[in-house]
């Protein structure tokens, strides 16, 4: 997502307890940063933010970190997410690039990454920017704990077809693959705000869930 | 495919030279039968068998047997086939049940099976059945020679879905996978004459390949 820059936002940022500005001194210790031992779920590229913020508010037994890699847009979902008021304290929203996840995320500490409406990169030669991209899912696996999942849905037919593709070429196993989520048999899908407009537009979602 | 049993069907079947009567006779020769050392191609559920005889057509230096269980519907894909002038001595027909497919072929026996537009029993009590089913990929990688391939194509999307969970969890590798074959890279597909009345209705069609 694109946003123009805000000039609000390094101030709130700094000044949000939600937003951690120095993630790379939490790595293997979130857990004291969230001050418990519940399961850290990440969201890579969480655009606006309405998903893992309904997550956080229906599973106050989960820590969620939500990422994106631009500071307008953390601020956005951020600020989206103090406006509720329901709103439990385990979720963090940082900024980063994927790429650096492991400098992040300690070996096995995170239980679940959500990958939701990833770019596409439609361009062959940027297909290493994918983030379900064969260097990605190394970085994942590294910092996923043993039965740690990703959970992926994308209505980008093109994007899903490749990421099929890598997955399977790493060995990675999928399950609860549906070429049509909206009318599959999952009940508890959370819709992100790109998914309720591009659904309404009539484009079918797909979803997996993968593990090693 | 269902139709009404032809009375003709047998007569036929048993004085074409194409129709192999006795499949299992040639189980481990069938290059013999086929009189050359060509790779061997097999698509289980032929239907009406215009896939497999442009197939034919195309590569004269391929073996290719098409199977179809119903009586009937050999008999009208081989009686197409044989209308045709230009086909070569390269196709057969048989009827048997894909389930006893090892007693038909030896262990690396087929170089590629084709698998297009499978019935998808889309009732979960039926799972068993679907032609991707991992009882049936475990005879596939049975009778496929190093390297052999499956080639899948269906538009119904939950089948699809079932199909890349079962190959996943049997640790097969997907390759040119596609949600939208009509729009895709590939430029040699050949279309079933059930794919070309669905496509033409607004059906797209998914299409992968695997191996082991």
Redesign the interface.
Known sequence: MRLRRDRRAPEYLENDERVILNPQDFKGNWKENFGNDHPIHVEFGCGKGGFITELAIRNPNINYIAAERAETVVYKACKKANDKEDIPDNLRFLYFDVNNCKDIFEKGEVERIYLNFSDPWPKKRHAYKRLTNRGFLEKYEYILAEKGEIHFKTDN??L???S??E???M??????????LHNSDMEDNIMTEYEKKFSEMGY?I?R?EAYK
Chains 1, 2 share one sequence.
């Open positions: 037919k093109g899903f077809a490749y099929i593709e997955f399977s070429a060995k990675w196993v999928m399950k609860n693959v549906t070429l049509d079918t797909n997996l």
